[in-house]
């Protein structure tokens, strides 16, 4: 597979085209940002970590039944993916009160929610990413109603698949979020599942494994990140 131009460059990754017209490049980067990228940072080896996390995911997910744009893990800080035509929209699923949920309903963060919560966001940073329902996004044609209902159902379905797998490696998922895409009409999971956009705390003594270390200025992330590749790996 031949590298090419850049097609996009984020927060935390960048995109190239390669001469297969349907499969990108993802490359991870060090660079970190919180607050709608009003706080930024680097996270030494963030990028390394965070490719071998996603691709060990997306394949355990793909195993139990989940279409996702992976394709294969390419180097240490890239992956192959199907190009998406990416939907706006951020899901977001909870399984105990954390960060914003917990601030909008005042209420403390680790309760543990009687049902999971799913959310939708407007993928937007200018705006803050705000809460958006399933009739904004039919009304503004982000997706159909089909697509907004295997959303949801896709998303849940990835809920309890990875609550069971951290579990069993000691970590609690606090919540997460997910984006999609169409590909050749078909509708994938896309991005990332990294500590960057979950919330994994030790099961035992609760301590934050994930980019909250890095938005609350709490130490060791660098250390929280290996903790996680090392029990999402053994």
Not at 18 to 45: C, Q, R, S, Y
Not at 130 to 144: E, H, M
Not at 161 to 167: E, M, Q
Not at 206 to 232: C, P, Q, S, T, W
Request: proline share 2%; net charge neutral; with cysteine.
């Amino acid at each position: 597979m031949e590298k090419r131009e850049k097609l996009y460059e984020g927060k935390a990754k960048v995109i190239y085209t390669t001469d297969d017209p349907d499969t990108l490049i993802m490359h991870f980067k060090d660079e970190a940002t919180a607050f709608d990228a009003k706080k930024k940072g680097v996270i030494k080896n963030k990028g390394v970590i965070n490719n071998r996390i996603s691709s060990r995911l997306f394949k355990f997910l793909e195993e139990k039944g989940i279409k996702t744009h992976f394709v294969s893990e390419l180097t240490e800080r890239e992956m192959a993916v199907k190009r998406l035509d990416i939907i706006p929209v951020e899901v977001i699923v909870r399984n105990f009160t954390a960060g914003s949920i917990s601030k909008r309903l005042g209420v403390e963060e680790g309760i543990e929610l009687k049902t999971p919560v799913v959310e939708f966001c407007y993928k937007s940073d200018e705006l803050g990413d705000p809460f958006i329902n399933a009739s904004i996004i039919k009304a503004f044609g982000f997706a159909n109603q089909d697509e907004v209902r295997r959303m949801e159902e896709t998303s849940l379905k990835v809920n309890k698949l990875l609550s069971k797998f951290f579990d069993e490696r000691g970590i609690i998922l606090v919540d997460f979020k997910l984006e999609f895409g169409r590909h050749k009409g078909t509708l994938l999971l896309g991005d990332e599942i990294t500590p960057d956009g979950c919330r994994l705390w030790d099961k035992e003594t609760k301590e934050k494994l994930d980019k909250d270390r890095f938005r609350r200025d709490l130490g060791k992330i660098e250390e929280a990140y290996e903790e996680v590749l090392n029990k999402v790996m053994g």
